[in-house]
């Protein structure tokens, strides 16, 4: 069973720094690319970033580009969204899953949810 546990998530004021983890089980993790996506409330959920499955490639959206970077460990099957300069916009539930431009799988997590505010 596909499964993603992610954490990390906390409420910050603007300018603030976070870094998301996902665990990830129930498939051969070091072969899909991975990704992080966020829904806010009353929007549709959206890609933040994703890395391809060894890690040499990586693809922002706009508007995080500059502010957030993603990374990987194989070996521990994590996939990590490191967070800085955060604006009231970035408050989100945000999610893993497998892929890097649509999700592989359609299971998601329970999320974890990212509060900026002043």
């Known amino acids: 069973e596909v499964q993603f546990v992610e954490s990390g998530g906390a409420w910050v004021q603007p300018g603030g720094s976070m870094r998301l983890s996902c665990e990830a089980s129930?498939?051969?993790?070091?072969?899909?690319?991975m990704s992080w996506w966020r829904q806010a409330p009353g929007k549709e959920r959206d890609l933040v970033a994703s890395i391809r499955m060894d890690g040499s490639a990586t693809h922002y959206a706009d508007f995080v580009e500059g502010r957030f970077t993603i990374s990987r460990d194989n070996a521990k099957k994590m996939v990590y969204l490191q967070m800085n300069s955060l604006k009231p916009e970035d408050t989100a539930v945000y999610y893993c899953?497998?892929?890097?431009?649509?999700?592989?799988?359609?299971?998601w997590g329970q999320g974890t949810q990212v509060t900026v505010f002043s």
């Open positions: 129930g498939f051969t993790f070091w072969a899909y690319d």
């Open positions: 899953n497998a892929g890097f431009s649509t999700n592989r799988f359609d299971a």
